[in-house]
């Protein structure tokens, strides 16, 4: 059939203006496509959050004196603690971390100053509550810098006192943090947000566009058109490409404006991987739309399809390396997975195609793929 020769322009076209027509009609679809994202790095960008600051702490100090009133105070200037207990009774301590009031208690023994001054090492109890693993790693690393700068200001005032006049510790100690200076959750997870917003969005908004030709008869007015699939594909791909895009430039905007995470890297490549990724996540809806008979359907199988595997399996929440090995293997099938390798290295480290082009032939050869099943389906149902 000529039509299936080559693709034509002027088949193209109409699907698309149609597409746009229909997608302008749907306030569903405007919904789907402009909003959710929107709502959805509002609700993840400040509800997602692994940063601990102002941590709630006890203080039950036994010796009451200038030395032990120095230990503690050393926590009131720290934005990652807040002194807000003062005990008189250890039985205190375990109703204020038992009902989560507290996240870390100190206890101060009798005697701290005399060891001190003595030259000895007093022992200090902290109590940190554990239940929550996230925080109390982020408390007990606070803790730790902490006590190692009140170490080093005790070692210095007790070396002077000695009559030494030159103070040399066996380390010269200068961590420095690359890429994200500020210790900043959020500059982690937008990145990771935009892959699952995108993956979910177009997936879904796809899917349930052709299943709404079929629900409406107008799918075999198509499939009878001297369109061929793969033209087919290309119009009903190109309406939600530009729309995904606007997008993804929306919620780029809100997280610079929002969440001060900006782009280092270059802006075009950015675009470029994004596109490729695009193209797969709506090749993937496309498919969908071809096994599903009804929108409800096309809902389930996409949000199933997406939703979780994007979320738990992509390393946008919980890091790869930390899963089973068996787990692992399964998030090779994740194109989420590869894109957030892609975008964090050129949004926080701002590097180039070498970094990560394995990556991207990676979601080229899933686009392709997608893409190329979703015309031989269509193609199927045509003969």
């Known amino acids: 059939m000529p039509a299936e020769v080559g693709i034509k322009r002027d088949n193209i076209l109409p699907i698309i203006k149609k597409e746009l027509r229909q997608i302008k009609r749907d306030k569903r679809s405007l919904v789907i496509l402009l909003f959710v994202p929107v709502f959805m790095l509002l609700m993840f960008g400040y509800a997602l959050n692994f940063d601990v600051k102002h941590a709630p702490v006890a203080v039950l100090d036994l010796d009451r004196t200038a030395a032990s009133r120095e230990l503690w105070q050393q926590f009131g200037h720290n934005e990652n603690f807040e002194l807000r207990y003062w005990l008189n009774d250890r039985k205190e301590i375990d109703w204020l971390l038992g009902t989560e009031r507290a996240r870390m208690a100190i206890v101060i023994p009798h005697g701290y100053q005399r060891d001190l001054a003595a030259g000895r090492s007093p022992s200090v109890q902290f109590l940190i509550d554990g239940a929550n693993s996230n925080a109390a790693t982020a408390v ?12 080093l200001k005790l070692t210095a005032e007790r070396t002077l006192m000695r009559g030494s006049s030159a103070i040399k510790l066996p380390l010269d100690y200068r961590p420095r943090v690359w890429f994200n200076p500020e210790l900043k959750s959020a500059k ?70 929002l969440f001060d995470v900006q782009i280092k890297g270059s802006l075009l490549l950015f675009y470029g991987v994004t596109l490729v990724f695009i193209l797969g996540a709506l090749g993937m809806g496309l498919l969908i739309s071809t096994i599903a008979d009804t929108q409800q359907v096309a809902f389930m199988i996409a949000v199933i399809a997406t939703m979780l ?47 990560f082009w394995p990556q991207l032939l ?6 392709l ?15």
């Open 309 to 355: 595997p994007s979320y738990i399996l992509s390393g946008f929440v919980f890091p790869i390396r930390n899963m089973p090995p068996a787990i692992q293997l399964i998030t090779y099938a994740v194109p989420a997975r590869y894109y957030l390798v892609c975008i964090r290295a050129i949004i926080l480290k701002g590097a180039g195609l070498e970094a």
């Open 140 to 151: 007990l690393g606070y803790l730790e810098a902490a006590i190692h700068q009140l170490s």
């Open 369 to 383: 793929g997608m893409l190329g099943l979703s015309s031989l389906r269509m193609k199927a149902r045509r003969l």
């Open 188 to 257: 982690f997870l937008i990145p990771g947000l935009i892959g699952f917003i995108l993956m979910v969005v177009a997936v879904i908004s796809t899917a349930l566009s052709i299943v709404r030709e079929k629900e409406r008869g107008t799918m075999e007015q198509l499939v009878v058109s001297p369109v061929s699939p793969l033209e087919m594909v290309i119009g009903k791909t190109v309406p939600y490409v530009v729309i995904a895009l606007l997008s993804t430039t929306m919620i780029l905007g809100l997280g610079a404006l």
């Open 362 to 367: 990676a979601l080229a050869a899933f686009a």
